[in-house]
């Protein structure tokens, strides 16, 4: 049988949650699929050492992005808008020489797919019209409310809309409705929950949360994240669940962020409840020693980290926003209203005494967000583009 020759253009090191997912993705349509993949990284890191070891053909080439981060405060966003000029010259330059290596290095004409990793990235849509190769295009960000991203395309949505070979698969149903309101054509956009390998994360057999409680909470430190929610939440709490509480703190960010974040908790005089871990890659292995998930973010499009607590047993409270209420049941977790102190207070306090039915966790995840069941999803939407059954093509 005919191998499936499938393009995949990444973002970022597989560090962050949209390579990891597509990473998983391309191993098992690879292996169950028949799938042959061609990965194009803008950097060179992670997903490029996975991909020599997994005998994945693979190349850095060193490409912009038409979205750029905007800035975490008004000084970043203040020096982004003003160099705006400067960024879209250096995208408009770049990207061209950069299109014109991978045309040297691939044969389009033996291209069956273009799979575009996130949507900040057009050089995906780009290639696929020029050579008229369907085109998934995956988005996994609401841009604005998570990222403050600014577009250097000046109607990105009537660009994303013009391309007949764009097919777009939103991470949620939140994602999909920002997109849709903003413009971006409903029918061309199918709902796909990104996939975790479960066989990677180790649970805990049992998890009654009482006695000294440790609360994880991994990913960006960030504004955006919400890291200070909590720490504030924290040194409101009364003292005798205070003394029970262990915060640590699984991630990088800015080293300015994490000083203020630090000069907050000293102020509090709480430094005995939070921890600063740094970035870790073993956390499938570390979830298991917590009781308590926290996911604070503004606005999360999907919450990969969210669903791995899940998996691992941990008893999840997280925000009333983005894609968190599509994730969280009343078996292992609960929301609160983002920005209400009093209310992430009360829900931690109402954790306590609580026992996760871990194995409903465990096979709700197998059942909604494995890997297998993810990249089956994308199997399917590739194979009725490649055989014509969408919006008519034959």
Not at 319 to 348: R, V
Request: one cysteine or more.
């Amino acid at each position: 049988m005919k191998k499936t020759k499938v393009v995949y253009i990444l973002s970022s090191d597989q560090n962050y949650g949209a390579p990891k997912s597509l990473v998983d993705l391309i191993l098992n349509l690879k292996q169950h699929h028949n799938i042959y993949p061609i990965v194009i990284t803008c950097t060179k890191g992670n997903v490029n050492e996975i991909c020599n070891k997994n005998n994945i053909e693979n190349y850095c080439i060193d490409y912009d992005a038409f979205m750029i981060v905007g800035g975490s405060n008004l000084f970043r966003k203040v020096v982004k808008r003003a160099l705006y000029g400067y960024y879209f010259l250096k995208y408009k330059i770049k990207n061209y020489f950069s299109i014109k290596k991978i045309e040297k290095i691939i044969d389009f004409n033996e291209v069956n797919l273009i799979h575009t990793n996130i949507n900040r990235i057009d050089i995906g849509a780009y290639l696929s019209k020029k050579y008229n190769i369907q085109h998934i295009w995956h988005i996994r960000e609401f841009g604005k409310e998570d990222y403050n991203c600014i577009s250097l395309r000046t109607n990105y949505i009537k660009y994303m809309n013009s391309n007949p070979n764009n097919t777009f698969i939103a991470i949620s149903e939140a994602i999909k409705k920002k997109w849709v309101d903003l413009g971006l054509n409903d029918e061309k956009v199918k709902v796909v929950y990104n996939g975790i390998n479960l066989d990677n994360i180790e649970n805990r057999k049992e998890n009654k949360i009482e006695g000294k409680i440790k609360i994880i909470f991994a990913g960006l430190i960030s504004e955006n994240k919400g890291q200070l929610q909590l720490i504030k939440a924290i040194s409101q709490m009364d003292e005798k669940y205070k003394k029970n509480i262990i915060v640590d703190f699984y991630g990088n960010g800015r080293q300015q962020y994490i000083k203020y974040l630090k000069r907050i908790i000293k102020k509090n005089n709480i430094c005995k409840n939070f921890n600063f871990k740094g970035y870790s890659n073993m956390l499938n292995s570390i979830y298991k020693n917590y009781n308590i998930g926290i996911m604070c973010s503004k606005k999360e499009g999907f919450g990969r980290v969210t669903v791995e607590y899940i998996s691992a047993g941990l008893y999840v409270i997280a925000s009333n926003t983005g894609a968190n209420p599509e994730i969280i049941k009343k078996e292992f977790g609960e929301l609160y209203k983002y920005g209400d102190t009093k209310d992430l207070i009360n829900k931690i306090k109402n954790a306590f005494g609580k026992q996760v039915d871990i194995n409903f966790a465990r096979n709700y995840v197998a059942e909604n967000y494995s890997s297998n069941v993810y990249a089956n999803k994308i199997y399917i939407i590739y194979s009725k583009l490649l055989d014509g059954e969408e919006y008519g093509r034959k």
